[in-house]
């Protein structure tokens, strides 16, 4: 059984970097991490230099000491491929392991992840270290799993060296055999862009205005997702070989063009992921422009990653302030929220807490991005809240293993998010309605759970949502209509939003009445549509006395057969139009509404339709505190988590167990800022 995520307790961990420190650090450093409660440590992730310090010539004398002590102290490992950093002597001798920016300039040594997943001599290297680390390291009793590579994608998801480009042909070709059919899927019969034989294909170069074919984009990004997840498979087919039983491989962070999925799917036993909530504080963060929530819109990248298998780790949990000498900073965690962050990741799933890092590094590019210890190593406040969460965990610990509760679902897929990021049009909706959908479902107390739409989903697995949004699926395809057809007949809701049905999975847009695909399910014709046009203001559709905003885009909609129209708009040249159409099939329905989903318009959307607030008959609180519910066979658990920096007044109307105290908890109660609750129900 793995050490971590067996459903037996939760776990604290840190991440720690033995070559950063002198060796006399080494033991008083792991016995007070020890003593505050911390039982495992991830290392090893940038030291290739420590294990091949020259081509060929291999050295594990560094890491087996430091093995050995962690084995004397009885601490566990959660050891590290190295491969995110290429050393100089390769990068060097061998450039073309390297990956280049799209006008061709290589990215050189001194940063990290300048190299290209398709260079033959980088995975040969990659290879080699991956035998040389799992037949030297992995019996070791210490170790308790492996981290392969660090954060997939992550500072660059874009690939132009030219070994991107031959692999790129040959995933072209493996993907539509000839020219003449990657013509046709690309349609590049606009602007005369058709090619005559495969040597003429590159990955995306610089165009005039980066106006590049979208479809050939589209491919690309597939690409790019392709070549990650053989990347992963590549070491951890590797290290499997060479694992003890019940040791696991895990990496850490979600980032874009990677299809995580798949990749946990092919070479991951779980996900693990990076959190810093504090990026929502940082200045210029990009965070903050589509939404007030700040620090809870994390939640999002939580439910993302609990999407993949369930129940994760955080395998980089924010403990210090932000900052690299070249930006990204943010203030240190006021007292309270490094306990708040925690337990915002174990509220949506996580039964292991890693916290970034043990010590903040006195040199290099993060010398401002801040542990739990600062550069002297002083008992500081961090410090001893992290004493404090120790504490808590051994008191909520029943909690592992239970999972995550929502009743409301947000389809997504990997091809309609990547038109979104390539799509101006598209990306808007889909901007605006996460940001709506997410913001109405913290402010209400409406947990949700990203549902991602694959090839082998079944209607059984979405059977335990009452509602299913699919907010704008313009790629949408028969297999996914057929789908959720039959989870309509058998009693679900799926909400469509506008600019369902558009494209085809190559991008392009349909030849069809519109929605396309999702006609005959939604009842809907759309006749005509329009982007919002900027003097208009808001967009209402009054729905039997709700008034909710058609935001950023709107379908004129007609009833087909069998539908009804539920609402008009109420402005605009298409006043008195229909704007929500619903159709019932068995023993459910659909609806499909003509705008983007605003917070106002979401938040009347799970109302009505029954799932807003499902444990409000327990417990209620005021919009700033987050509500989030997880059960199992040992029972129901309400986490409940107050973001603001003011007291907050909650109402309990059934007697709950504060499981960090055992007391019990009926009427008002006033958390103190920050304060989190895990109550037994
Ligand atoms: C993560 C990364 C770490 C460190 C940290 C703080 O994304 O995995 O290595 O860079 O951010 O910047």
């Known amino acids: ?96 392991v390297l990956n280049a920016r799209q006008d061709g300039v290589l990215y050189r040594h001194g940063a990290r992840r300048h190299y290209n997943y398709n260079s033959t001599i980088y995975q040969r290297f990659t290879r080699n270290i991956c035998e040389k680390l799992g037949s030297h390291y992995a019996r070791h009793p210490a170790i308790i799993g492996w981290q392969l590579d660090n954060e997939i994608n992550c500072e660059m998801n874009q690939f132009y060296s030219e070994s991107d480009t031959l692999a790129f042909r040959e995933f072209l070709k493996a993907k539509y055999g000839t020219v003449e059919k990657l013509n046709q899927a690309w349609g590049t019969a606009f602007w005369n862009q058709t090619y005559t034989s495969w040597g003429e294909v590159y990955v995306p170069r610089t165009t005039l205005s980066n106006n590049t074919n979208p479809h050939e984009v589209l491919d690309y990004k597939r690409f790019v997702s392709d070549s990650a997840c053989r990347w992963a498979k590549l070491q951890s087919d590797i290290l499997r070989k060479y694992l003890k039983p019940g040791d696991f491989i895990t ?26 909530p504090n990026m929502a504080y940082g200045l210029n963060s990009h965070f903050t422009e589509t939404t007030s929530l700040k620090d809870r819109f994390w939640s999002l990248n939580l439910d993302e990653v609990r999407a993949l298998k369930g129940t994760f780790g955080i395998m980089e949990q924010q403990s ?63 410090i001893r809240e992290v004493r404090d969460v120790r504490d808590k965990f051994r008191k909520i610990s029943e909690i592992a293993g239970t999972q995550y509760q929502a009743q409301v679902g947000l389809i997504e897929t990997y091809d309609n998010k990547w038109d979104a990021e390539l799509d101006v049009w598209h ?117 039997d006395g709700d008034d909710i905003e058609a935001a950023v885009f709107n379908d004129e909609l007609q009833p087909l057969e069998g539908a009804t129209v539920l609402a008009r708009y109420e402005n605009s040249y298409y006043k ?35 799932v807003i607030a499902p444990a409000a008959d327990i417990v209620e609180a005021p919009e700033g505190c987050e509500i989030t519910e997880r059960a199992g066979e040992k029972g129901r658990y309400l986490f409940v988590l107050n973001y603001e920096k003011t007291e907050q007044t909650i109402k309990l109307h059934k007697p709950v167990k504060d499981l960090y105290t055992g007391e019990t908890l009926q009427g008002e109660k006033t958390m103190k800022p920050y304060e989190t609750l895990v109550l037994k129900v």
């Open 427 to 543: 990306g808007s909706v889909d901007r605006t309605s996460m940001s709506g959908l997410y913001s109405a479902s913290q402010h209400t107390h409406t947990p949700v759970d990203l549902v991602y739409l694959r090839d082998d989903t079944k209607a059984d697995q979405l059977k335990k949502y009452k509602v299913l949004f699919y907010p704008h699926a313009e790629i949408l395809t028969q297999a996914q209509v057929d789908l959720l057809e039959e989870y309509v007949k058998d009693g679900g809701t799926v909400v469509f939003g506008c600019r369902a049905g558009l494209k085809d999975v190559t991008g392009k847009c349909v030849q069809q009445d519109l929605p396309g695909l999702a006609r005959t399910l939604t009842g809907t014709d759309v006749t005509e549509f329009t982007l919002v046009a900027p003097d208009e203001g808001t967009i209402h559709v009054n729905w």
């Open 1 to 96: 059984m793995s050490y971590l995520l067996n459903g037996d307790r939760v776990i604290m961990g840190t991440d720690y970097y033995p070559e950063h420190w002198d060796e006399s650090l080494w033991a008083p450093d792991l016995d007070r991490m020890l003593e505050t409660g911390i039982e495992v440590i991830r290392i090893a992730e940038f030291s290739w230099n420590k294990f091949e310090p020259r081509e060929g010539e291999y050295t594990y004398e560094f890491f087996d000491r430091f093995l050995d002590l962690c084995q004397e102290k009885g601490m566990r490992v959660i050891f590290c491929t190295p491969t995110a950093t290429p050393p100089a002597w390769m990068t060097d001798k061998y450039p073309e």
């Open 251 to 276: 990496t850490n962070g979600l980032f874009g063009d990677l299809d995580n999925h798949r990749m946990a799917e092919e070479s991951l036993d779980f996900m693990t992921y990076d959190s810093y």
């Open 320 to 382: 210090g302030a932000n900052g690299w000498n070249t930006g990204m900073e943010a203030p240190t965690p006021r007292p309270g929220q490094i306990t708040l962050w925690t337990m915002q990741s174990i509220a949506h799933g996580a039964d292991y807490v890693s916290y970034f890092r043990w010590r903040t590094s006195t040199m290099g590019t993060e010398i401002y991005w801040h542990g739990i210890l600062d550069y002297s190593g002083r008992e500081n406040r961090r």
């Open 576 to 610: 008195g139009v229909p704007a929500l159409i619903g159709k019932k099939t068995g023993k459910g329905r659909t609806l499909y509404f003509g705008g983007a989903f605003t917070e106002k318009t979401a938040e009347v959307f799970f109302r009505r339709l029954g």
